[in-house]
């Protein structure tokens, strides 16, 4: 069975720092690209950032380009999502995601495995 595991998460002030990561397990990590998504109460789920099998590529909402870095370790089978200059806006549960498609995929639907998600709270 494949597990992702999300951890890192808290309450933070505005302009802080944050870095989550998420452990899998029952999955071939290097074959699979990674992704982290976020979901607000009554919003839709939202993607946040992508990182290829072997880390060449990313992918990066808009919203978050240039604050957030997503990376990966393959020989600890973790990805990571580091968080500069948090915004209030940025408050949501934030979920691990993973794809055995070789395709660059930002939509929820497609990927296969998901993570329980952890809280990230950006207070003004």
């Known amino acids: 069975q494949v597990q992702l595991v999300?951890?890192?998460?808290?309450?933070?002030?505005?302009?802080?720092s944050?870095?989550?990561?998420c452990a899998a397990s029952g999955l071939t990590f290097n074959m699979a690209a990674m992704a982290w998504f976020r979901q607000a109460p009554g919003n839709e789920r939202e993607f946040v950032a992508r990182i290829s099998?072997?880390?060449?590529?990313?992918?990066?909402?808009?919203?978050v380009k240039g604050r957030f870095t997503i990376s990966r370790d393959n020989a600890k089978?973790?990805?990571?999502?580091?968080?500069?200059?948090?915004?209030?806006?940025?408050t949501a549960i934030y979920y691990c995601a993973a794809t055995l498609s070789a395709?660059?995929?930002t939509t929820a639907?497609?990927?296969?495995?998901?993570?329980?998600?952890?809280?990230?709270t950006v207070s003004s």
């Open 109 to 120: 639907p497609l990927y296969n495995h998901w993570g329980q998600g952890t809280q990230v």
């Open 6 to 16: 999300e951890s890192g998460g808290g309450l933070v002030q505005a302009g802080d």
């Open 18 to 21: 944050l870095t989550l990561s």
């Open 77 to 90: 089978n973790t990805v990571y999502l580091q968080m500069n200059s948090l915004k209030p806006e940025d």
């Open 103 to 105: 395709l660059v995929v």
């Open 53 to 63: 099998r072997s880390s060449i590529t990313t992918n990066y909402a808009d919203s």
